[in-house]
Nanobody
Framework: QVQLVESGGGAVQAGGSLRLSCAASGRTFSSYGMGWFRQAPGKEREFAAA????????YYADSVKGRFTISRDYAKNTVYLQMNSLKPEDTAVYYCAVDRRRNLSDRYYFPAEYDYWGQGTQVTVSS
């Protein structure tokens, strides 16, 4: 069992930045792929970014590419999502998730491919 706790959300103006953190319990954190998803009111949960177990590969949704960066700190068992140049359409609850496959599923962009989820953190971007 893996427990995930997100933090770092908040309210920011368009053009601003936030860094989300996802702290994971368990000694096998370094063996798992990790992902960030987001869900806006009335919409389905959508993929934002993912990273393989060793950080060797990262993946991004087209909507965030060039603005968001996913990274991981093995000493802290934490995955980060650095979000720059934020837009009002980035407003959502952001969730981190674990994929027990080291190199992620080929369908890393599908929420159903992930095994554990955090409780989410709210990000609100005003224009």
């Amino acid at each position: 069992q893996v427990q995930l706790v997100e933090s770092g959300g908040g309210a920011v103006q368009a053009g601003g930045s936030l860094r989300l953190s996802c702290a994971a319990s368990g000694r096998t954190f370094s063996s798992y792929g990790m992902g960030w998803f987001r869900q806006a009111p009335g919409k389905e949960r959508e993929f934002a970014a993912a990273i393989t177990w060793n950080g060797g590969s990262t993946y991004y949704a087209d909507s965030v590419k060039g603005r968001f960066t996913i990274s991981r700190d093995y000493a802290k068992n934490t995955v980060y999502l650095q979000m720059n140049s934020l837009k009002p359409e980035d407003t959502a609850v952001y969730y981190c998730a674990v994929d027990r496959r080291r190199n992620l599923s080929d369908r890393y962009y599908f929420p159903a491919e992930y095994d554990y989820w955090g409780q989410g953190t709210q990000v609100t971007v005003s224009s």
